[in-house]
């Protein structure tokens, strides 16, 4: 069973708008963390935002934001301001358990963001 | 610039040749990883390793593939013979237990392989 969702294959948006891009996930472990990585052309995976499954409130990373809503199993990313440079791919993943270093993370088939001028 | 470093950048082979990845992980992460992303798809983990010893390579394609982290250091991933759906990015990922928060990866670059 697909443990992350993604279901926006790409998006699109102006710059300076917002924009959400959704993440469910399927876990039956209480305790688990939630990411959300940025892939640019380049490659390289860049950290951007975490929560975890006991906050209680939502995390925010200046314009970055995660709307977690736990009943319904979802931690969509949120997207400020939008610039030219946050064109790029999009992962949500899943780690889960406490973290005790032997934990994985599991990604989302990832979604394209294009920001237009 | 990626702390994690890893070499080729880039790698085009033959269809049955050997190809042979490196990785150096941010000094001091016990644990490492390499996963595979297929282009258009997330990153799939092939293996795991917590210093020299591997907790975790259930996905790793294991009549072709090999990965070693001989001294718990630097890791290097082998496909012997390549097949042309090995054509992929492989990322190397390193985390360090306790530091917040926690389960976080740090990427290198990647290693992008086309098999022709």
């Known amino acids: 069973a697909q443990k992350i969702t993604q279901t926006q294959p790409g998006m699109f948006v102006q710059e300076k708008e917002a924009v959400t891009l959704d993440c469910t996930y399927d876990?039956?472990?209480?305790?688990?963390?939630l990411f959300w990585y940025k892939q640019p052309s380049s490659g390289e995976m860049i950290f951007l935002i975490y929560q975890g499954s006991y906050d209680q409130q939502n995390a925010t990373e200046g314009r970055y934001s995660l709307n977690f809503q736990k009943a319904r199993k979802s931690a969509n990313l949120v997207i400020s301001a939008s610039q030219l440079g946050d064109s790029a791919m999009y992962f949500c993943?899943?780690?889960?358990?406490?973290?005790?270093?032997?934990?994985?993370?599991?990604f989302g088939t990832g979604t394209r963001l294009l920001v237009s001028p | 610039e990626a702390e994690v470093a890893q070499s080729p950048r880039y790698k085009i082979t033959e269809k049955s040749q050997a190809v042979a990845f490196w990785c150096d992980p941010i000094?001091?992460?016990?644990?490492l990883y390499w996963y595979r992303q297929i282009l258009g798809q997330g990153p799939e983990l092939l293996v795991q390793?917590?210093?020299?010893?591997?907790?975790?390579d259930s996905q790793l394609p294991k009549d072709r593939f090999s990965a070693e982290r001989l001294k718990g250091v630097d890791s290097t991933l082998k496909i012997q013979p390549a097949e042309l759906g090995d054509s992929a990015m492989y990322l190397c990922?390193?985390?360090?237990?306790?530091?917040?928060?926690?389960?976080?990866?740090?990427f290198g670059e990647g290693s992008r392989l086309t098999v022709l």
């Open positions: 000094s001091g992460h016990a644990t």
């Open positions: 876990t039956s472990d209480p305790s688990y963390g």
């Open positions: 993943a899943m780690r889960e358990g406490r973290g005790t270093g032997f934990q994985k993370l599991v």
């Open positions: 390793f917590q210093d020299e010893s591997v907790v975790d």
């Open positions: 990922a390193s985390s360090l237990f306790g530091r917040p928060p926690p389960g976080e990866l740090f």
